[in-house]
């Protein structure tokens, strides 16, 4: 290797760590938080395109850096429609599932998302719970990592919200076991005229936790 060659590894070297740490700014501080199969792919993506950059000292930089750009920008794009529709946002990053509800192994979520016994105990140790029936909810999250939430620690029916950025929650109304109309009445008796006013809403045992949206602010689909 010259050391025309090395000069030109260095400025490579110095503008994909530069453009790696803007993207990633530009990308938002969740993505680093929750790391998605989606957000997962975006990596080793830009990833490899700048290692075949680098490998080659003689080509051009451009060949990395306009590949990673269209990502990053159709990255961005899908990130703020997700922010704005709850479907499309469920259809990119996939919902929670529930593998333990009060108390009870949910076996089929066990199976459908491969999860064996022996990962579950060890989830459930490492949180202070030995048996499930210690357990109210172990909730496997989009991003793969389990919660468990042990009765001692609970004053939530459920939780996930019922009502979510002005929307009912399909899967918490099922489990919750409530009516439409009771919804509606749980919204009028708390001074609420519709659903869309409702940023959260969660079934405590004892009542509500209800959070509004900040007046003339809602989040409508896209």
């Not at 990130?79 to 076996?107: C, H, Q, V």
Request: hydrophobic letters at 45%; glycine letters at 4%; aromatic letters at 10%.
């Amino acid at each position: 290797m010259t050391f025309v060659d090395i000069l030109l590894l260095s400025g490579k070297t110095v503008i994909c760590y530069v453009f790696l740490m803007t993207i990633l700014k530009w990308m938002g501080k969740r993505e680093i938080g929750k790391v998605s199969t989606f957000d997962l792919v975006v990596f080793f993506v830009v990833s490899e395109l700048f290692s075949l950059s680098l490998n080659d000292p003689k080509s051009s930089i451009l060949h990395s850096l306009i590949p990673i750009i269209i990502i990053v920008l159709f990255q961005l794009i899908t990130a703020i429609i997700s922010l704005k529709n709850r479907k499309f946002r469920k259809f990119m990053e996939g919902t929670p599932s529930f593998l333990i509800i009060n108390g009870e192994i949910d076996y089929e979520a066990m199976k459908k998302n491969r999860y064996n016994s022996d990962d579950l105990l060890l989830q459930l140790r490492m949180e202070g719970a030995i048996t499930p029936e210690e357990v109210e909810f172990a909730i496997l999250e989009s991003n793969g990592k389990l919660n468990v939430i042990l009765k001692k620690n609970n004053e939530y029916k459920d939780p996930l919200p019922l009502i979510q950025e002005g929307k009912i929650n399909e899967q918490t109304l099922k489990r919750s076991k409530k009516t439409l109309e009771e919804i509606f009445q749980i919204i009028f008796e708390n001074g609420y005229t519709d659903i869309s006013e409702i940023y959260l809403l969660f079934i405590k045992k004892e009542g509500y936790y209800i959070i509004p949206f900040e007046k003339n602010q809602k989040m409508n689909d896209i």
